[in-house]
T-cell receptor
């Protein structure tokens, strides 16, 4: 059984470009969570999605960041006009039901901004 | 709001030493508590969990007891190995779906 798959593992962007991070949840899981890990810090919640719905986006920056989880295909975290401060590891987790614990984590996408 | 506080690292131990990583939390209600481990370049793996007061979670020689009276969930292991070197995160789940993490404690075990 495949776990949570994230790609790319590493992503390099120049300031002002767009970054797209993909997450395929565990098969059968319809709930996806995105977390950000800044250097030397713990993980901070960003957004919680169910298929075609955003359930909680209280941790998402108000500008430049968006997330979706379409009916078909992976969940996408999109960062527009990236800045140096966006450099971080972005982790995706999934669960089979709302609030289901524990959440299963992917290996993350490490985003570097030049 | 809910929060988790862990002891700061890095923690450096010799092989076979006793490990304690302190974790305390602030939360309303009755959260579930977790320890996750992150090896270099990898994602988080669930190490153990406890869902109610006085529960003890255990896995791979690690243990943690949910202490509601002291709002703590300290991680312990009697004899660490070099392969235990990693970053350990304490986390809580209360409601709504999201996990709340502590800042992580880096453990380095020397042979």
């Amino acid at each position: 059984n495949a776990g949570v798959m994230q790609n790319p593992r590493h992503l390099v962007r120049r300031r002002g470009q767009e970054a797209r991070l993909r997450c395929s949840p565990v098969k059968g899981h319809s709930h996806v969570y995105w977390y950000r890990q800044l250097p030397e810090e713990g993980l901070k919640f960003m957004v919680y999605l169910q298929k075609e719905n955003i359930i909680d986006e209280s941790g998402m920056p108000k500008e430049r960041f968006s997330a979706e989880f379409p009916k078909e295909g992976p969940s996408i975290l999109r960062i527009q006009q990236v800045v140096r401060g966006d450099s971080a590891a972005y982790f995706c987790a999934s669960s089979p039901e709302r609030g289901g614990q524990p959440q299963h984590f992917g290996d993350g996408t490490r985003l570097s901004i030049l | 709001g809910d929060s988790v506080t862990q002891m700061e690292g890095p923690v450096t131990l010799s092989e076979e030493a006793f490990l304690t990583i302190n974790c305390t939390y602030t939360a309303t209600g009755y959260p579930s508590l977790f320890w996750y481990v992150q090896y270099p370049g990898e994602g988080l793996q669930l190490l153990l969990k406890a869902t109610k007061a006085d529960d003890k979670g255990s896995n791979k020689g690690f243990e943690a007891t949910y202490r509601k009276e002291t709002t703590s969930f300290h991680l312990e292991k009697g004899s660490v190995q070099v392969s235990d070197s990693a970053v350990y995160f304490c986390a809580l789940y209360n409601q709504g779906g999201k996990l709340i993490f502590g800042q992580g404690t880096e453990l380095s075990v020397k042979p």
